[in-house]
């Protein structure tokens, strides 16, 4: 990886090399990874010694034979990780395995966990775009597990046949309300009904999408904003919206969300777009709560390839790869907002929680919070 600052040196035209600099500053170089001293020593790369630092007039980028090599002036006496006298080398052997190893323990007992239906029973919970797919088979196990269930969806029909299921299942109540999401004084009101029909709120799923396709993006303006809107607007509305009565119960939300909204993926640029913003936006709350003691959680859903009918339509011929099933995936999503987890990683490979599931992003988020003064908003 690449480190650049807002102001990389470069070195003049013809100056010589290896370049010389000031007197004693500090020096990153993108090389070694590492803060280097300039002054009387050797500055040294992967191939050796390459200058050392005599003369004021040339600070610089040195291309040699299979090596680019970069430094980056820093200010004398900078504390912390590029200081002058630490490295960053020696700083992550230093404190990296015991933050890396505290941070996979916590992910191994978290994901392990027993989760057991009875967690659910009377629970009271929202299920949005259940008219098919992943979210009415979660209304079918919730059913099972004898939670009360308000549904949603556009299709006034298709919830019908939904509720009468999950009645036959062993719901302890089941309701639908038709709607949808690209009218946000909907989304609002939504929440406010169901909460009335079932008393309260104890886990909102928030797993509904605008119709998309995969294609080259074409400068649709105006599919970008109706997948912002639907796949990202109105989930903070309906969140908003049920906080008060999730804070009341100590209760839940969950977002179903994609592997598009964690790593690049061609075709589906606004979906992608809309994925990444609802990571954004409620892992920034969920730290949010964190601090603030806030118990409302928050767990966000990163979904692989599913084999529900519209996934397989918009895929056929484009993407070859299996996909998962749809009842077991919306078992997984149930069980980890029941565990209140942070993430659940639901995919055909195990490649993709290991390698999205992004420690290094936990522990920076983690040692981020020192350098905030938070005091004033947690006690207001």
Known sequence: MRFRTRNPLSLPSGSSWPPTFPSPSSYFCSTLGRACITGSYTILSAAGAVGSSSSPHCHGVKSTPG????????????????????????????????????????????????????????????????????GEQMAYHLAKMGAHVVVTARSKETLKKVVSHCLELGAASAHYIAGSMENMTFAEQFVAQAGKLMGGLDMLILNHITNTSMNLFSGDIHLVHRSMEVNF???????????????????????????????????VAPYSASKFALDGFFSSIRMEHSVTKVNVSITLCILGLINTDTAMKAVSGIINTDASPKEECALEIIKGGALRQEEVYYDNSVWTYLLLGNPGRKILEFLSLRSYSLDKFINN
Do not use: C, W
């Open 67 to 134: 090596l680019n090599t970069t430094y980056f002036r820093l200010p004398h006496g900078t504390p912390g990780l590029l200081g002058p006298s630490i490295s960053l080398m020696a700083f992550m052997k230093k404190y990296l395995p015991p933050i890396l190893g505290f941070f996979l323990a916590y992910y191994y007992y978290s994901a392990n966990e027993e989760f057991r239906p009875e967690m659910l029973q009377g629970k009271k919970v929202i299920v949005t775009g259940a008219s098919k797919g992943i």
């Open 233 to 267: 607007l109105s989930y903070v509305v309906l969140s908003v919206a049920a906080l008060p009565m999730l804070k009341q119960s100590n209760g839940s939300i969950v977002v179903v969300s994609s592997k598009a909204g964690k790593m690049a993926i061609p075709l």
